[in-house]
């Protein structure tokens, strides 16, 4: 009988240390469980975080390459119009050259005109003075 209550209470002791040992077991899975879902709704917060980051990412990479094209649009206006302005100081600088050369020969036809004029008023002077004489 003795040999009978050692073995029950050997039974009775290694069941309290397996359920002590089981209850240690569980709180550690429990943790473990808690710590997980902690990480889990870290992860799905970062998921969020890159989510939003990535569609930010995406609006300013559309921005960016409207902004670039609209960019080239402008560059191509800009390059049009100094084209244009060249163009334009080429013009007024053959127009200036035609004006200096189209006063010249004012100048030289005035002069002309002048002595002609000179010369006519001579004629005049001497047919009148002739007329005079005669």
Do not use: P
């Not at 089981?22 to 970062?46: F, G, I, P």
């Not at 930010?56 to 302005?85: G, H, P, R």
């Not at 053959?94 to 030289?108: F, G, I, Q, S």
């Not at 036809?109 to 005079?132: F, G, I, Y």
């Amino acid at each position: 009988m003795d040999s009978i209550k050692k073995k029950m209470q050997t039974l009775a002791n290694e069941t309290t240390n397996a359920r002590i040992r089981a209850e240690k077991w569980e709180q550690e899975v429990n943790a473990t469980n808690a710590e997980a879902d902690q990480r889990e709704d870290h992860v799905r917060s970062l998921q969020k975080k890159i989510q939003s980051t990535e569609g930010s990412y995406d609006v300013c990479t559309e921005d960016l390459f409207n902004q670039t094209i609209k960019l080239e649009e402008m560059e191509k206006k800009a390059n049009n119009a100094e084209d244009q302005v060249g163009d334009l100081a080429r013009r007024v600088l053959l127009m200036e050259d035609n004006a200096v050369k189209y006063e010249e020969r004012v100048a030289a036809s005035v002069t002309n005109l002048a002595k002609t004029s000179l010369h006519a008023d001579k004629s005049l002077k001497a047919e009148s003075e002739c007329q005079q004489a005669c």
